[in-house]
């Protein structure tokens, strides 16, 4: 017979009272108990490890409103009828069927997250990468890295803002690459023992690249087939930069939020593609340099990184050519819009195109309504949790939260674009506050471990 030992990550969505809290806590008043974790330099809480599960038991870890953060308890498999009377429970898995892959979970490496790390001790900025990294936190196993500036700079900048530099021959890392991002990612990559996944993002192409001349707002890359070529070469040269340190990368996507780049005014950088644009770039020009380069020959190739509502027509217009199939592997989607965009687009474009995968790329809280950091709200932690269960149900591999850790303000954003993040950091007091939210990314960071199979 086989015999399984299952532990189970649940999300405890509950109002529970009288619950012990594994950590330092810090409370906001309001109308609800909003409670974030406090740590410094020299404590931080940690995952509570599995350890030995006995015959007949499972291990739960909880979450609650009231303070619980994935507390470890350990369950019996068993129900009370009566006063003396039981009956086991029995876990029934099919495991001849088959759904997606999880591939991972993980955040992004902005510059202001590496801001936030570059301004704290080295004992927090370990706090903060074991926190999301290592054997006793999130245990992330995937990062995005934007190509160059977003929103989430000081500024705007490209690796060559040299115009008419076909040949890019100025082409070079900026000091936010060198101070910001290839620091952190490389002991990120240490705390993960080389299985962290990377993949790029560009927000824009260098400004005279565009109509318009600039990264910053709307438009598209100038109808010049020496921009095209250009363009494709700047990403390898990207990633061959990125080599020099040691980083390898796992994939790409061609644009953040392609769609954004029809507004002329859009406060930040963006380039505009639509499906049909995106399509030629990539059979024409990146696919084949992508491929005709052996370091970047196997990188997986995303293409719209944009909200699912426009899904499956993107997914369509590019996979149902047959040169562009060639070099497209999975479809990157942005929780934004999603209360407008049904889950069952994700369904059509599944059915449409069985064999490309469909994976999370960017989310987060505070950009709408309310812009910047709620500490210690609950409903965020639900509203985290009730889109990954969605899009885990309707074909995502996987989920990538947004920054990784901003200020008290949600910043620093030259666009003045705030918003909230797992993590947030107090500077002055030397601090770090982890949100709800982060706890409900770690319960799907670990969402079912099957430990000690054995056959008897």
């Known amino acids: ?30 109308a609800f108990k909003n409670l974030v974790c406090v740590c410094n330099a020299t404590l931080c809480d940690e995952i509570e490890p599995i350890g030995e599960i006995g015959e007949g038991k499972a291990v739960v870890y909880r979450s609650t409103l009231d303070g619980d953060r994935l507390k470890r308890m350990s369950m019996k498999m068993k129900e009370k009828l009566g006063k003396e009377e039981t009956v086991n429970v029995t876990i029934s898995i099919d495991a001849s069927e088959r759904f997606q892959q999880i591939f991972g979970f993980g955040g992004a490496f902005t510059d202001s997250a590496g801001d936030q790390l570059a301004a704290v001790s080295e004992k927090l900025q370990d706090q903060i990468l074991n926190s999301y990294f290592g054997e006793n936190g999130l245990e992330y196993n995937v990062g995005r890295v934007p190509m160059a500036s977003c929103d989430f700079s000081t500024h705007e900048y490209s690796y060559d803002d040299v115009r008419d530099d076909f040949e890019l021959k100025h082409f070079a890392l900026a000091d936010e690459d060198l101070k910001l991002k290839i620091p952190f990612i490389q002991k990120a990559m240490e705390k993960t023992k080389g299985k962290l996944q990377l993949f790029a993002s ?68 963006t380039m505009n593609y639509t499906a049909e644009t995106m399509r030629d770039f990539l059979k024409d020009y990146l696919g084949p340099q992508l491929k005709g380069n052996k370091l970047t020959e196997s990188l997986k190739v995303m293409v719209l990184d944009d909200g699912r509502g426009l899904l499956p027509g993107w997914a369509d217009t590019i996979f149902n050519d047959t040169e562009a199939n060639k070099y497209a592997d999975g479809i990157a989607v942005h929780w934004y819009g999603n209360l407008y965009s049904p889950a069952v687009l994700l369904d059509i474009t599944q059915r449409h195109h069985p064999d490309k995968f469909i994976f999370g790329t960017e989310a987060c809280a505070g950009y709408a309504i309310h812009h910047g950091p709620i500490m210690g709200d609950w409903f965020t932690a639900e509203n985290y949790a009730s889109d990954i269960i969605s899009d885990l149900n309707h074909h995502f591999i996987g989920w990538t939260d947004w920054n990784l850790c901003l200020d008290e303000k949600g910043g620093p954003t030259w666009a003045n674009n705030f918003v909230d993040s797992p993590i947030i950091v107090n500077r002055k007091a030397q601090e770090l506050y982890k949100q709800p939210m982060f706890y409900a990314m770690g319960h799907f960071r670990h969402v079912l471990v099957i430990l000690d199979t054995t056959v008897q």
């Open 1 to 30: 017979m086989k015999r399984l030992k299952v532990v189970i990550w649940i999300l405890l969505i509950s109002i529970c009272t009288g619950s012990s809290t594994p950590c330092n806590p810090k409370i906001y008043e309001g």
């Open 202 to 269: 560009p927000w824009s192409a260098p400004g005279w690249m565009k109509v318009t001349g600039r990264m910053r707002g709307g438009g598209a890359m100038r109808n010049d087939e020496q921009v095209y070529k250009a363009y494709a070469n700047y990403f390898v040269k990207f990633f061959e930069a990125y080599s020099s340190y040691s980083i390898p990368f796992w994939g790409l996507t061609i644009q953040n939020e392609p769609s954004t780049g029809a507004d002329m005014t859009w406060r930040w950088q």
